[in-house]
């Protein structure tokens, strides 16, 4: 698992950049001051620096977010070593020593370089600056969309295709069972049963296209595929189970009834087996939280599938996975009975449609 990352650092070179500076950093808690040595009174508990260089180079992907209050050129050179993806470069914002422009510069949807510009404008007086086309057309901006639904875009290279349809007024695909999207880009978007009849007839079209499921399935490059968070997974396994065997274990449920693991929400078990190394490193190894639920609550559920006296002897219930995944999601059946490898037990339930 990665180290979170701390919220924003604030970068200035002059006084008046410090003074400006120590405004935003009052508004934002938990913001940490970088300030140069020409600054000789920097906001209480800055760090002051020689090389900016070097220091943005030490400290440029701990942070959430990044305010340079300087010039936007010096800025961009020298955050230009350190960029990689929209996906995981942080958000960062320009502002001038004189307090005038917040211009966003990186990161602008995806990473909320967009929105802190406008906080930051804000606190300073200053005019925010936003250069993303789809903001400026006043269509929607899918990359932020999905992102604030807590959804995972799988090829977040098809946000071009999507995004430049929105700007061109092109027609644009939409499949979104669950309707979690369907409000935000209705105007922009049509829905595949209105208008296709499936998926496939959808993605044979040569249409840009938007795929809201956790299904696998075949689709072109200018189809953006976001996998929402929906499937509990109920997990048991033997004591002292290696992580490896339940993390295959899982895979290969998916795999065989072609869902994508970057839908589950949550991995469940009973109470006594959150303990369980392998668990926790396999919940660790998904990316995903790992909760227990105790006999009582697990006994108390019905409509299960496999129901199994020896697991009652053992746990004191009748069923650890398949309860587990129902409880996590809520759901009055399952999605996937019971898996059994010689070792784990992995059953899926999905959320009902709300």
């Known amino acids: 698992m990665k180290d979170a990352r701390r919220s924003i650092a604030i970068w200035a ?5 410090a003074r400006i500076a120590q405004i935003i950093a009052h508004r934002f808690r938990g913001a940490s001051v970088f300030t140069g040595r020409a600054v000789n009174r920097p906001p209480e508990g800055a760090v002051s620096f020689s090389s900016l260089a070097d220091a943005v180079a030490a400290e440029f992907t ?22 990689k993806t929209k996906q995981t470069d942080p958000a960062v914002v320009a502002i001038d020593d004189a307090g005038h422009f917040a211009v966003s510069l ?41 992102k604030s639904q807590g959804l995972f875009m799988e090829n977040p290279e098809a946000v071009k295709a999507v995004s430049m349809a929105f700007l061109t007024g092109s027609k644009v695909w939409i499949h979104d069972p669950r309707k979690i999207l369907a409000s935000d880009v209705e105007a922009f978007c049509e829905p595949v049963d209105r208008s296709f009849g499936s ?7 040569g249409i840009a296209g938007i795929f809201i499921d956790p299904a696998e399935v075949d689709l072109p490059d200018t189809v953006l595929i976001v996998r929402p968070r929906t499937l509990g997974v109920g997990a048991g396994c033997n004591r002292n189970t290696p992580a490896w065997e339940l993390i295959c274990a899982v895979q290969a449920v998916f795999d065989q009834y072609g869902l994508s693991v970057a839908s589950i929400d949550c991995f469940a078990t009973i109470e006594e087996k959150t303990r369980e190394p392998g668990m926790i490193e396999m919940a ?41 995944a129902m409880i996590q999601a809520k759901a009055p059946s399952l999605l996937i009975p019971k898996q059994k490898t010689k ?12």
Request: aromatic share 4%.
């Open 62 to 83: 701990r942070f959430e977010a990044h305010v340079f209050i300087m010039a936007a050129g010096i800025a961009v050179r020298i955050i230009a070593p350190h960029i």
């Open 343 to 354: 070792n784990t037990t992995v059953a899926v339930a999905e959320k009902p449609c709300t």
């Open 106 to 146: 990186l990161s602008g949807h995806t990473g909320g370089a967009n929105h802190l510009a406008g906080l930051v404008a804000r606190c300073t007086g200053a005019m925010p600056v936003i250069t993303t086309a789809t903001d400026n057309a006043g269509v929607p901006a899918i990359d932020a969309l999905v």
């Open 199 to 205: 998926v496939a007839d959808a993605a044979a079209s």
């Open 284 to 324: 660790d190894y998904y990316g995903r939280p790992l909760r227990g639920y105790p006999k009582e609550e697990l006994a108390a559920v019905r409509n299960l599938e496999s129901p199994s006296k020896m697991v009652h002897k053992h746990m004191g219930v009748e069923s650890v996975c398949e309860a587990a």
């Open 13 to 17: 070179l002059t006084p008046d950049g």
